[in-house]
């Protein structure tokens, strides 16, 4: 690695995929032409397409009422197109307010029909996942956010409930094993654990469509797309293909559960250090830590600068924490080497010893 990357995403990606896609970039499996130049319809990305599609079902253990899409627009359209499809105008969805992403999923829902906040950690800055709560019987839907990156916290469990479940994955989709079948549709921006920005990733049950009566524009009907098998329109080729080449990788690591095994060595490392470390200290409780962003601060605010300056040295990126939260924010996403958090570490323990 030439530094060790933590950034929050677009962020770290595997060796091989950056080698593999830096030779399809001059000529794509012996065609002549480079990825960016292919068609789309041709059968060389159609089976690129196909085996991204087939890779997330696979690794997701989905069952066969779910279809995978590749889109555009991030995660934040999905924050418009989720209600368009789901909610009737006349009728209600709950969501969880988690932080600034599930904030504007719910500012985007109140455009199609009602937004019922049931929970919500705004009053203490989002430092906690809400734990009590109620989900009105005839809402359309259930959408969490399950992992915060701005504020470093993550849903530990899935909510039980008998209405469908909807779930923005974009930050730590496919780092831990869940039963992803519990879901009726999740969605997630690539560029943090499954690729490139510029795609998003949505599963959606099919037996959940079609139910609302609003017109919905053709592009932005779920249907469509699962009809056209994610290419309705043009595709981020290039995008698709860096995930494909992704989870390939992550297949070749053992999958989900072998990913999830380092990935809780890296958070425990690194969450050790910031309880021990009398520089330092989390800002989350600690039940509801994120293992893919550790958010913390200095109880001396006027010596960040400094570390970031060192850290910046000692070639590593990344950290400093989002402007709403201010601090550090250290982004461990599943390409990210373990030795890139034993350096981190290394750092913060250098650091204390100069300024003890």
């Given at each position: 690695?030439?530094?060790?990357?933590?950034n929050?995403?677009?962020?770290?990606?595997?060796?091989e995929v950056l080698?593999k896609a830096?030779k399809?970039?001059i000529?794509?499996?012996?065609?002549?032409?480079?990825?960016?130049e292919?068609?789309h319809r041709?059968?060389?990305?159609?089976?690129?397409m196909?085996?991204?599609?087939n890779l997330v079902?696979e690794?997701m253990?989905?069952d066969?009422?779910?279809?995978?899409?590749?889109?555009?627009?991030?995660?934040?359209t999905?924050?418009?197109?989720?209600?368009?499809?789901?909610l009737?105008?006349?009728?209600?969805?709950?969501?969880v307010?988690?932080?600034?992403w599930s904030?504007?999923?719910i500012?985007?829902?109140?455009?199609?029909?009602?937004?019922?906040?049931?929970?919500?950690s705004?009053?203490?800055n989002?430092?906690?996942?809400?734990?009590?709560?109620?989900i009105?019987?005839?809402?359309?839907?259930?959408?969490?956010?399950t992992?915060?990156?701005?504020y470093?916290t993550q849903?530990?469990?899935?909510?039980?409930?008998?209405?469908?479940l909807?779930?923005?994955?974009?930050?730590?989709?496919?780092?831990?094993?869940?039963?992803?079948?519990?879901?009726?549709?999740?969605?997630?921006?690539v560029?943090?654990?499954?690729?490139?920005?510029?795609?998003t990733?949505?599963a959606?049950?099919?037996?959940?469509l079609?139910?609302v009566?609003?017109k919905?524009?053709?592009i932005?009907?779920y249907?469509?797309h699962?009809?056209n098998?994610?290419?309705?329109?043009?595709p981020?080729v290039?995008?698709?293909?860096?995930?494909m080449?992704?989870?390939?990788w992550?297949?070749?690591?053992?999958?989900?559960p072998a990913?999830?095994k380092?990935?809780?060595?890296k958070?425990a490392l690194?969450?050790?250090e910031?309880?021990?470390?009398?520089?330092?200290?989390?800002?989350?409780v600690?039940?509801d830590?994120?293992k893919?962003n550790?958010c913390?601060?200095?109880?001396?605010p006027?010596?960040?600068?400094?570390?970031?300056?060192?850290?910046?040295?000692?070639?590593?990126?990344?950290?400093k924490?989002?402007?709403?939260s201010?601090g550090f924010?250290?982004?461990m996403?599943?390409?990210?080497?373990?030795e890139?958090?034993?350096?981190?570490?290394?750092a913060?323990?250098?650091?204390?010893l100069?300024?003890a």
């Amino acid at each position: 690695m030439k530094v060790h990357n933590f950034n929050a995403g677009p962020s770290v990606l595997p060796n091989e995929v950056l080698y593999k896609a830096s030779k399809a970039l001059i000529d794509f499996e012996g065609s002549g032409m480079s990825i960016l130049e292919i068609g789309h319809r041709t059968q060389p990305f159609i089976a690129v397409m196909d085996e991204a599609r087939n890779l997330v079902r696979e690794l997701m253990q989905l069952d066969d009422d779910f279809e995978v899409l590749f889109l555009h627009g991030g995660a934040t359209t999905q924050f418009m197109q989720v209600p368009m499809n789901l909610l009737e105008s006349s009728e209600s969805a709950a969501y969880v307010d988690t932080g600034v992403w599930s904030n504007k999923a719910i500012k985007e829902a109140k455009l199609f029909g009602f937004a019922d906040v049931v929970a919500s950690s705004k009053e203490s800055n989002y430092n906690h996942i809400p734990k009590q709560f109620t989900i009105p019987p005839k809402a359309s839907y259930l959408h969490i956010t399950t992992n915060n990156t701005i504020y470093g916290t993550q849903w530990q469990m899935t909510p039980v409930t008998d209405v469908p479940l909807v779930a923005d994955m974009s930050s730590d989709i496919m780092s831990r094993s869940m039963d992803f079948n519990k879901y009726s549709l999740i969605y997630a921006g690539v560029q943090k654990n499954m690729g490139a920005a510029g795609a998003t990733m949505v599963a959606v049950r099919k037996s959940i469509l079609g139910k609302v009566t609003r017109k919905i524009p053709a592009i932005l009907d779920y249907r469509n797309h699962i009809e056209n098998g994610s290419m309705l329109n043009t595709p981020p080729v290039f995008a698709v293909y860096i995930s494909m080449l992704t989870l390939r990788w992550l297949k070749e690591q053992g999958g989900i559960p072998a990913i999830e095994k380092i990935n809780d060595k890296k958070a425990a490392l690194l969450y050790d250090e910031i309880d021990h470390n009398p520089l330092f200290r989390g800002t989350v409780v600690k039940e509801d830590r994120s293992k893919m962003n550790a958010c913390f601060i200095m109880d001396k605010p006027e010596m960040e600068e400094e570390f970031l300056k060192f850290c910046k040295k000692e070639d590593i990126v990344g950290i400093k924490g989002h402007r709403l939260s201010g601090g550090f924010r250290v982004s461990m996403y599943n390409a990210l080497p373990y030795e890139s958090v034993e350096v981190m570490v290394e750092a913060m323990k250098y650091f204390s010893l100069k300024k003890a």
